[in-house]
């Protein structure tokens, strides 16, 4: 199992970044598939999820209405939408899976919400 995460970066208050987390080595389709963040010294949360046809989604009610989940199975990637971004939004970004009792975590992507 591989999960690569991009599209983070640097970005001012009010702005949008796309994270997409590019999966292989598991039938990617079959899964559902999370984004986490971890701030400096606050432990790993849940942000968003999304069953393995993409047909039913769930936010944290920190980004309820400003981030958007979604996956494309034919290029086995999932995506994170962000709009509106806030300070506090300022994390590394994970995407991860759970398969047969282990969860897999990709490497993170930063995101940094400042002017």
């Known amino acids: 199992v591989q999960l690569v995460e991009s599209g983070g970066g640097l970005v001012q208050p009010g702005g949008s970044l796309r994270l997409s987390c590019a999966a292989s080595?598991?039938?990617?389709?079959?899964?559902?598939m999370s984004w986490y963040r971890q701030a400096p010294g606050k432990e790993r949360v849940l942000v968003a999820h999304?069953?393995?046809?993409?047909?039913?989604?769930n936010y944290a009610d920190s980004v309820k209405g400003r981030f958007t989940i979604s996956r494309d199975n034919a290029k086995n990637t999932v995506y994170l939408q962000m709009n509106s971004l806030k300070p506090e939004d300022t994390a590394v970004y994970f995407c991860?899976?759970?398969?047969?009792?282990?969860?897999?975590w990709g490497q993170g992507t930063q995101v940094t919400v400042s002017s």
């Open positions: 999304i069953t393995s046809a993409g047909g039913s989604t």
């Open positions: 991860t899976l759970t398969r047969a009792g282990r969860r897999y």
């Open positions: 080595g598991f039938t990617f389709s079959s899964y559902v």
